[in-house]
């Protein structure tokens, strides 16, 4: 369940954005999908002009894209840890951004796992001094209420979908597009994507997520974004935290 929304013109501006907040020195934590994909690029261009910096990868996708870039990678267990450099910059993108209905750009909580990343994105963003969202308009809404991607073992999809009925939401199982049967995540895991309509309590609702047996992860960020990179036809809009 990919999202689509903005042009990739915008979602580039985004991505080169944050990509040139990076400082020399600095453990990266690269993330997954169209938009995190242009910081990538980016960070590899500077990679080859100089630039020191290693990446931790928050999925096979963005892995492969950093390698053929140029940009030396480590492990999260290497960057996190007793004597780890730990991670000092995360970038990665957005299904949807709740950006509050003031005028100005807000930094809120997001929902991901389009690409069905989350909980490895959700480990390596939680882990970095600072977390760079990046997105185009599209993304942005007063109050979330897209479908929450559920990552979840697969012998308790039926226990986990319960859970959620339970909390108000409809779960569905994500099929696979090109192959018969659902998808499955880097790590093994199935996903169920649920629908709570308006989210007014974020924070109650990835609390009663994270408490239900089953759940290995799921796609509410609260609290973890600290500024928002959005990428428009002309510019870039950034709110920091």
Known sequence: MKTSGGSDAAKRRAGESAAETVDDGEVVGLGTGSTAAHAIRR????????????????????????????????????????????????IDGADQIAVGRGDEPAVGPLIKG?????????????????????????????VLDRSVPIAVLPDGRSAVA????????????????????PVVTDDGQLVLDCAFGEIDAPERLAATLSATPGVVEHGLFVGLADAVHVGTETEVRVARR
């Open 162 to 181: 319960d859970a959620v009925r339970a909390a108000g939401g409809e779960p569905t199982l994500r099929l696979a597009e090109r192959k018969d049967g």
């Open 43 to 90: 960070l590899g261009d500077r990679v080859d002009a100089g630039l020191d910096v290693r990446g931790v990868a928050t999925s096979f996708a963005s892995r492969e894209l950093a390698v053929d870039c140029g940009i030396p990678l480590i492990d999260l267990d290497e960057a996190v840890g007793l004597d780890a450099p730990g991670i000092d910059r995360a």
């Open 114 to 142: 389009g690409g069905a990343a989350h909980a490895r994105e959700k480990l390596v963003d939680a882990a970095a001094d600072r977390f760079h969202v990046v997105a185009d308009p599209s993304k942005e809404a007063a």
